[in-house]
């Protein structure tokens, strides 16, 4: 009888490849059928398995791409090695590795419903996403800074921001983001290894203490965002003034000096600036708020779609450049048809090409 039915199940699904993922009975599937620990494995179908590979495979090598173009762009063209870039470059390469490393090995473990990479590996992974996190994060407060100043205190933006300077602002944050991501992550492997009777072989997991939830809400959240929004709200405030005083003067036909005009490219620098960190923390704020919750209000299905919205944000900012920065534009017009290659092209005045 047993063997009718199998006989049956590999009509129905066209062979024996798909026996381990489409029983009649509905079988059990484990991580790790040899080991008693093992996690249990969720069930899909060939064509939801090609599918999802295709789509997240889109979707790591779009974000690549694009964020490879803003690179490239700003490291090439001397032009663009101004204090302000320095931070959007800095932001490109941490997207870029959430395109190249986290989005895969989530992709798998999403579709896998497995982990199959070891425990060192997780633990090498979950410092690698919570460095990119923090460094994203911590990009996005140096942005807001460069701003206040640029168009707060636009006399004292030569003197205060240099590109040393900021150089090294993205060096110590760098720092200090692996610092915290490899306490979290050991404190973490510890609490794992302490209570492992709640732990099953074949997942990778975060099991923060409330000591930890509370910290990291202040440190990663709340002083973040503060900082953030604080900033923004007084650039905007400041920026409509001088824009308002500028077309007013414009209209009176009166003359509108060099330094005015610089502000008005420094708000309008800032406007497009703000719409990138807007869009991180629609995506961030709710993912963040959601894992703070917890998984007993929270779907994992909701939590999944969160997750990915915040890696998706990663590929969203070279799109928001090549809207509103012309220089981007060219830049990637010179790259795709290898002009960069040419003698002297990085000398090339990219603002009036």
């Known amino acids: 009888m047993k063997g009718q039915k199998g006989e049956q199940?590999?009509?129905?699904?066209?062979?024996?490849?798909?026996?381990?993922?489409?029983?009649?009975?509905?079988?059990?599937?484990?991580?790790?059928?040899?080991?008693?620990?093992?996690?249990?494995?969720?069930?899909?179908?060939?064509?939801?398995?090609?599918?999802?590979?295709?789509?997240?495979?889109?979707?790591?090598?779009?974000?690549?791409?694009?964020?490879?173009?803003?690179?490239?762009?700003?490291?090439?063209?001397?032009?663009?090695?101004?204090?302000?870039?320095?931070i959007i470059l800095s932001l490109a390469v941490a997207d870029l590795f959430v395109g190249l490393i986290v989005m895969p090995v989530?992709?798998?473990?999403?579709?896998?419903?497995?982990?199959?990479?070891?425990?060192?590996?997780?633990?090498?992974?979950?410092?690698?996403?919570?460095?990119?996190?923090?460094?994203?994060?911590?990009?996005?407060?140096?942005?807001?800074?460069?701003?206040?100043?640029?168009?707060?205190?636009?006399?004292?933006?030569?003197?205060?921001?240099?590109?040393?300077?900021?150089?090294?602002?993205?060096?110590?944050?760098?720092?200090?983001?692996?610092?915290?991501?490899?306490?979290?992550?050991?404190q973490n492997k510890h609490l794992e290894s302490s209570n492992i009777t709640d732990v099953c072989y074949g997942e990778c997991g975060f099991y923060p203490t409330f000591i930890f939830i509370v910290f990291d809400e202040i440190y990663s959240f709340l002083l973040p965002c503060i900082l953030i929004i604080t900033a923004y709200v007084r650039i905007f405030y400041v920026a409509?003034?001088?824009?308002?005083?500028?077309?007013?003067?414009?209209?009176?036909?009166?003359?509108?000096?060099?330094?005015?005009?610089?502000?008005?490219?420094?708000?309008?620098?800032?406007?497009?600036?703000?719409?990138i960190v807007t869009v991180y923390l629609l995506c961030y704020i709710p993912y963040y708020i959601s894992s703070i919750i917890g998984p007993t209000v929270i779907s994992p299905d909701t939590m999944t779609y969160l997750l990915w919205a915040f890696y998706v944000s990663c590929g969203l900012n070279p799109l928001i450049y090549a809207l509103f920065y012309h220089w981007f534009k060219i830049s990637v017009k010179h790259i795709l048809t290898l002009k960069i290659l040419e003698p002297a092209s990085s000398l090339l005045d990219i603002f009036t090409a």
């Open 240 to 275: 409509f003034k001088q824009v308002k005083v500028i077309n007013s003067l414009m209209k009176g036909g009166k003359c509108v000096t060099e330094g005015s005009v610089k502000r008005k490219s420094e708000s309008k620098a800032a406007l497009t600036l703000g719409i």
């Open 106 to 186: 989530e992709a798998v473990r999403l579709i896998e419903t497995c982990w199959y990479f070891g425990d060192t590996f997780c633990g090498l992974f979950l410092i690698v996403m919570a460095l990119l996190g923090s460094t994203s994060l911590s990009n996005l407060v140096l942005i807001a800074a460069d701003r206040y100043v640029a168009v707060c205190h636009p006399l004292l933006y030569p003197q205060k921001i240099t590109i040393t300077k900021t150089l090294i602002s993205i060096c110590v944050c760098c720092f200090i983001s692996l610092a915290y991501s490899t306490v979290i992550v050991f």
């Open 9 to 86: 199940n590999k009509l129905l699904t066209g062979g024996d490849s798909l026996m381990a993922y489409e029983t009649e009975d509905q079988e059990t599937q484990y991580c790790f059928p040899d080991i008693n620990s093992s996690c249990v494995k969720g069930q899909r179908s060939r064509y939801e398995y090609i599918i999802m590979y295709v789509f997240f495979s889109l979707l790591s090598a779009w974000t690549v791409f694009l964020n490879l173009l803003v690179i490239i762009s700003i490291s090439h063209f001397k032009k663009l090695h101004t204090p302000t870039n320095m």
